[in-house]
């Protein structure tokens, strides 16, 4: 077995366009209250180990600093009772008599996938969150919103995202208002000044700054719950030689290889 990092991570979506999500006390809230490093270990046996940030640990961009809000449910608990939710008699929350149910979408597609969804439906109902899940075929679930894709168009609350980086830190795409892949929907003006300065420069002293940045107000803000940062094992024949996958392809240099 060849191991290699991949470059791209798997992580949760809080669709900020919608209402309680569109309150980033209430996504801290949601991040705390989810161990990642259980999701980590018992579904993967740590062969995704827990990330912080879209960059992925590898690359001159990554900032080791930035951090998600740490699991933890007496924080979580008290944040979603200064927000209202409080608990019932049957410890479900509530505000003004409205339940606090979410949809939570997965595709059914991925084992790691459904199995972290079911996982975060049992951390968050221990929190008073009432979740229901959702399946979606990969078909409908990536696509444009001009395609009925479910990310794009917003029908949804929170889901399971896995996404391919490329080599290039640039991730404007995924998190600028207008970017083409923004699942969550987010829109800072201070992530969009900071990818636009990124992309204006060449130096890598000054786009490794400026990334930072990024990471840490995507931390802060947390339109995404990142979860896991792959290491995808490859099963080779006794014989063959050369076979050296990249975080990028594990093609990348099959002229190479022999049996």
Known sequence: IVYAPFAGFGALVLNTRRAPFD?????RALAS?????????????????VTDSDQPSFSWAYDPGARLPPYDTAAADRALDDLGWTRGADGMRRKQGRPLAITLAVFPEG??????????????????????IKKVTLAHFYLPKSAGGLLMSGAYD??????????????????????????????SAEIDALETA?????????????????????????????????????????AMRGFAPTPFSPTANAWRWEK
């Open 23 to 27: 309150d980033a006390r209430m996504r």
């Open 33 to 49: 209250s989810i161990d990642r490093d259980r999701l980590s270990e018992a579904i993967t046996q740590g062969q995704y180990a």
């Open 111 to 132: 084992d790691t996938a459904v199995r972290t969804a079911e996982y975060v439906e049992r951390m968050l109902a221990q929190r008073g969150v009432a979740v229901t």
């Open 158 to 187: 929170i889901a399971y995202m896995a996404y391919r980086s490329g080599e290039d830190p640039d991730d404007s795409d995924l998190v600028t208002c207008a970017g083409a892949s923004n699942y969550a929907g987010y829109c």
């Open 198 to 238: 990124a992309l204006a420069t060449t130096r890598v002293p000054e786009r490794s700054a400026l990334y930072a940045r990024v990471q840490r107000v995507l931390a802060r803000d947390v339109p995404y719950v990142y979860l896991y940062a792959p290491r995808y094992g490859y099963a080779l024949a006794g």
